[in-house]
């Protein structure tokens, strides 16, 4: 038999009414509350029994509050007095419970203060709930759109853009419900009248209406995480190390202050050194990762069967013929671009390197390769912004003539003609090197390698 268990916990501040009939129910079960936290609670096994619990609202308390300051001690050990035992707490809330119904005195006993009490209180947490929430979601939608097409390259992005808007809703709304709440508490009191308390049977309807959605989506881009990782294994440990770094140190920081910490003064200086510790991590995370070794499952240097190329072999003839001196293959996919790669070679030929990179894109749909081969062309156009400067910003042309020799959708050139953007239905390739793409047998070998095949791929969708 289990000794502990954890259950989902999305209850309202407001809902400490309907929370203390749930805990109740639970002792009958046989589990006693152990202690709360953001998304679950924690519970042990117990005999199965009656017992009477009492939920107050602390105004010392808070998100970043000790749980062990001189006053919540004092305030404790007058409700123990009471005949109520602490539990745990969590923010503003305190828990408590009694054996039996006989001689117990309620915590509060004016009802209009402890309205009060809770107006005041749960306002401000809740209105401060509502603009971080706000501010992080509206922050966090900024780097999703405009949508961009390397977010179609990989299951992330492709789940980031098709789910942001409703994991930011889903974020949100649970903030804003309360506050709303809060609001129509504040209504009732100012009116003389009781805090709306809901039963037991709708806090559990409406935390599933509010929490479950943002949980299904938490699944989803957690597998799609997942699944990239396979390809890019570096590249997702690198995107994920800021996060999980930031969550780590706000983790340990919560449980110094409430834990440790037994002045609220104390809460500004651990807040100080979580800030500290997190631009230090922060500014030595990416240059530690980036000499991290990858996997073979992420870079290769050479090219898999099955993924259509042309390599430096293929381009240099005769006595041009050289040594291969590097090459590296990174590939991935999406379920918007089932395939895709970026291949780099660099040939000594007659003392001079002379190299190609080549990246292909073949999508379920034309719509898709035209995406990308407008986002590749703007992206060469607007260079990469650092520092208040522009760099490898570059002219892009088009070539009409040379558009309808090769029979493509889509053709652009950079100014020095020293790459290539193509779409012809759903495959789009960028190559880019020293390549003369003017030269037939240049010319014949791109189309033969990548685009003969579009016809198919189209059929196939």
Known sequence: MRKTKRVFWGFLPLDYKAIETYLEEMAEKGWMLEKVGAWAAKFRAIEPQKLKFYIDV????????????????????????????????????????????????????????????????????????????????????????????????????VAGMLLFPLLFISVILPAAYDLIRTLRAR????????????????????????????????????????TDSFFRPQVVAMSLAGPIIGMVIGLILRYIIKRKATDKKDSVLYVTFAILGVLFFSAIANPLLSGIGVGSSYKRDIIPEGYPAITMSDLLEGSQQGTSVYSEFNAGMSPIIPKHYSYLETWDVNGTNENIRVKYYKTIHPRFAEIIFNGITAELREGIKWKDMILFRKTIISDDEMKNLWNVNNLALTEARDEIIIQKGNIVVHLSGNIDFENRHVRELIIDNFLSLVETNIGEI
């Not at 309620?106 to 209009?112: C, L, N, R």
């Not at 009191?189 to 989506?217: S, W, Y």
Request: proline share 5%; glycine share 8%; charged share 20%.
């Open 187 to 226: 209504r009732n009191i100012n009116r003389g009248l009781p805090i709306e308390k809901p039963t037991l049977e709708g806090a559990r309807k409406r935390m599933m209406a509010l929490h479950g959605p943002t949980f299904v989506i938490g699944v989803i881009i957690a597998l799609a995480i997942i």
């Open 58 to 157: 602390f105004k010392e308390g808070g998100p970043f509050a000790p749980e062990n300051t001189k006053e919540a001690e004092e305030y404790r050990n007058l409700c123990l007095e009471s005949g109520w035992s602490f539990i745990t707490s969590r923010d503003y809330l305190q828990f408590f419970y009694a054996e039996g119904d006989d001689n117990l005195t309620s915590i509060q006993t004016d009802e209009v203060l402890e309205q009060k009490i809770v107006e005041s209180t749960l306002w401000r947490g809740q209105l401060i709930s509502v603009i971080i929430c706000t501010i992080f979601a509206i922050k966090a939608m900024s780097l999703y759109f405009p949508p961009r097409y390397k977010f179609l390259l990989s299951f992330v992005g």
